[in-house]
């Protein structure tokens, strides 16, 4: 029975969890800073209840065949201090986290060879702690690997969706795409169809083609026609709509600045392209986070 234990139950970790737990062949634990009992699982008019075993402490903790590090990119420092007691040679590490960087994020902290980058998309909304609402299907994208197909297998449920690709980089950079246009929300306070709004739309469009161009020095194969389809969707949102950052923003939470807009710049300057309306987005959510 593979063992899991999930570091940030939010709500990709919540949800994550919550199908983790519907294969009778996983062992599922929990860590968490707060303790609660159960997941409480919303989706589709209907609820339901997962008993759940939760750790607040490191040295509670056993080696797992597989953790996921669900959390945000800026508190690694933090998550990685479950990985000593949580780890052993053939322990396994998924990181399902926003931006390009997954590896690099864990550099020295885990081994490379036993880390699955995982690109997500999860509609999904925490409540409070353990209560999740989810509103629609999960999408996993993975490198096609002997590694990522053993952590395809921990899902059994059809509503996870899980891919596995022989070009993880080009998934990566399309991802960053949509959450670096993502940041006028935060930018503005407005819902996500405030890009149906011209102005904004411009600006999300000049964010997407930094993106592109930097996206495609790293390697990535990006079709610039995704720049309309990523403003039409966010236009077609509903009304009070919000992504992560701008969630986050709002609740007066960290943002994942860097991870969205910052690594645009910052990995624009190592090719020489310049990303002025990237480097303006994150320096702007940085002072409004330093608020």
């Known amino acids: ?3 899991v234990a999930i570091i940030g139950p939010g709500a990709i970790g919540g949800t994550l969890a919550s199908f983790l737990l519907k294969n009778p062949k996983n062992t599922v634990s929990i860590c968490a800073r707060t303790l609660f009992e159960k997941l409480e699982i919303s989706s589709g008019g209907e609820t339901t209840y997962h008993p759940v075993t939760v750790h607040t402490d490191p040295s509670e903790t056993e080696p797992a065949d597989w953790i996921v590090l669900a959390t945000k990119t800026y508190q690694i420092p933090q998550a990685s201090s479950w990985f000593d007691n949580l780890s052993n040679q053939e322990t396994k590490v998924a990181v399902v986290q926003n931006g390009v960087e997954h590896l690099a994020n864990l550099e020295g902290i885990f081994p490379a060879d036993r880390i ?9 909304e925490r409540k409070s ?7 629609g299907d999960v999408r996993i994208d993975i490198p096609n690997s002997a590694n990522s197909l053993a952590f395809s297998q921990l899902f059994t449920n059809p509503a996870v969706k899980v891919n596995l690709t022989d070009d993880w980089t080009s998934a990566a950079w399309n991802k960053l795409c949509i959450n670096a246009a993502g940041a006028i929300s935060a930018l503005v306070n407005r819902p996500a169809n405030i890009a149906a ?3 904004a739309a411009e600006i999300m469009k000049s964010l997407i083609q930094e993106c592109i161009a930097v996206g495609r020095a790293e390697g990535a194969k990006l ?3 995704i720049i309309p389809k990523i403003i039409a969707s966010a236009a077609a949102a509903p009304d009070g709509s919000m992504n992560s950052l701008h969630a986050d923003l709002v609740a007066h939470r960290p943002m994942e600045w860097d991870a969205r807009n910052g690594v645009i710049y910052r990995l624009g300057q190592k090719h020489g392209i310049p990303t002025p309306y990237n480097q303006l987005a994150a320096q702007l959510l940085s002072l409004l986070e330093s608020k």
């Open 197 to 199: 709004d011209r102005r």
């Open 1 to 3: 029975m593979p063992s």
């Open 129 to 135: 702690h353990g209560q999740i609402i989810r509103h």
């Open 223 to 225: 079709d610039e026609r």
């Open 116 to 124: 699955v980058p995982v690109i997500i998309d999860c509609p999904a």
